[in-house]
C-alpha cells in the first residue's frame, strides 16, 4: 500500500469516529452527546444585550433535542408558543452537584440567553432562568456577570443627572431546596412607584404560619408552605426613610420551636430570625445582610397578619 493511500485511509477512519451529533430531536441523544457541544467555561463570564448573540457557537439544537433533557413547561416558559425556537449552546459550568448551560435562544422577533441547570451526577433538569433579551427598550444598558460560584448578577444601568450613572445589581444563586433566589441586591436608585411583584405569592398557604404579613404595600413579609412540615419559603420587602433605603430577600426557613425560626444559608452573611407571636411577626437581623439592603436600614421590624381574602359563592341559595 503507498504512502499516499495508506494517509487517505487513515483520514478516512478519523472522518468516521467524527461522526457528526444529531441535534435536531428526531433520534434520542445521550447525556454526554447533549453536553459535549456546551464548551467548558473555565472562569468568569460576562455579557450584555449589545453583544451576547455574537457569543453562542453555530451549533443549533432543535427544540425536540431540547425538550429531552428540559421539561416542556421549563421550555415554554422561556420561549411561550414558539415552536421553531431555535437553541445556540454558550458554555457549561461544571461543578459538583450542578451543571450550568448557558444558551442563546433565537424566537421569531428576538433573542434572549437563559441559563439551565441540570443535576451533574443524572443530567436531571433542576431549574431555568432568563438572563437577557435584546428586545428591551428601557433606556438601560443590561448585561450578566457569573463568577465561579457562580453567582448570576443581572445588572442594568444608564446616565443620571450630573454624569451618575444609575444602576441596578441583583446577583442570584441556585439553591436545591428553592431554585433561584437572590442574594444580592445593590442599587442606587430610587424605588419603583408600581406594586411590588411578589415571586411566591401564588404558592401554598397551608401551614400554621403561612400568610401575608404587613404594615402597608411597600412593607411586608410573605410566608408559604415549604416542601415539609415545619419548612416555610418566605419574600420580604421593605422601604425605609421615604424609599431611599430598599431591602429585598426571597429565601427559605425552618421553624426552631413552636414560635421561632431562623433564615441562614450557605454562603451568604445574612442571618435572619423570625418570632411569631399571636398574629405578628418579629425580624431581628443577626448577621450582615449588606447585599440585601440599603446601607441605613435593616431588617428589624414587626408586620400583622392579614386576613384571608373572603371567596363568594358560585350561586346563592
Not at 122 to 148: G, I, Q
Not at 229 to 257: Q, T
Not at 267 to 272: K, L
Request: charged content about 25%; overall charge positive; some cysteine.
Amino acid at each position: 500500500m503507498s504512502s499516499r493511500l495508506l494517509c487517505f485511509f487513515l483520514l478516512f477512519l478519523v472522518a468516521c469516529g467524527e461522526k457528526k451529533i444529531d441535534l435536531s430531536g428526531e433520534i434520542a441523544l445521550k447525556p454526554k452527546e447533549f453536553l459535549s457541544v456546551f464548551p467548558v467555561i473555565p472562569g468568569n463570564f460576562q455579557a450584555a444585550d449589545s453583544n451576547f448573540i455574537k457569543l453562542a457557537d453555530t451549533t443549533k439544537i432543535g427544540l425536540k433535542a431540547m425538550l429531552q433533557f428540559v421539561p416542556d413547561s421549563a421550555v415554554t416558559s422561556l420561549i411561550g408558543k414558539d415552536k421553531k425556537a431555535v437553541f445556540q449552546p454558550v458554555g457549561q459550568i461544571l461543578k459538583e452537584k450542578e451543571t450550568y448551560l448557558l444558551v442563546n435562544i433565537k424566537l421569531k422577533r428576538k433573542w434572549i440567553m437563559a441559563v439551565i441547570v441540570l443535576d451533574t451526577k443524572n443530567n436531571t433538569f433542576l431549574a431555568s432562568k432568563l438572563l437577557l433579551d435584546n428586545t428591551v427598550e428601557d433606556e438601560y444598558h443590561h448585561a450578566v456577570s457569573v463568577n465561579r460560584e457562580p453567582t448570576f448578577l443581572l445588572g442594568r444601568e444608564k446616565p443620571g443627572k450630573e454624569n451618575i450613572t444609575q444602576f441596578t445589581r441583583i446577583g442570584w444563586v441556585y439553591n436545591a431546596d428553592m431554585g433561584f433566589m437572590i442574594v444580592i441586591n445593590d442599587s442606587n436608585e430610587a424605588p419603583s412607584k408600581s406594586d411590588i411583584i411578589n415571586p411566591i405569592d401564588t404558592l401554598p398557604r397551608k401551614f400554621k404560619y403561612s400568610a401575608d404579613y404587613a404594615q402597608d404595600k411597600k412593607n411586608f413579609i410573605s410566608i408559604r408552605d415549604g416542601n415539609k412540615n415545619g419548612s416555610y419559603e418566605f419574600f420580604i420587602h421593605f422601604e425605609k426613610n421615604e424609599g431611599a433605603c430598599v431591602g429585598e430577600l426571597k429565601g427559605s426557613f425552618i421553624m426552631k420551636d413552636a414560635n421561632n425560626a431562623q433564615y441562614r444559608f450557605n454562603g451568604d452573611p445574612c442571618v435572619i430570625d423570625f418570632s411569631f407571636e399571636d398574629n405578628e411577626i418579629s425580624l431581628k437581623e443577626q448577621g450582615n445582610c449588606g447585599n440585601h439592603r440599603g446601607i441605613k436600614c435593616y431588617f428589624d421590624d414587626s408586620f400583622t397578619r392579614k386576613r384571608e381574602p373572603k371567596h363568594k359563592s358560585d350561586s346563592k341559595r
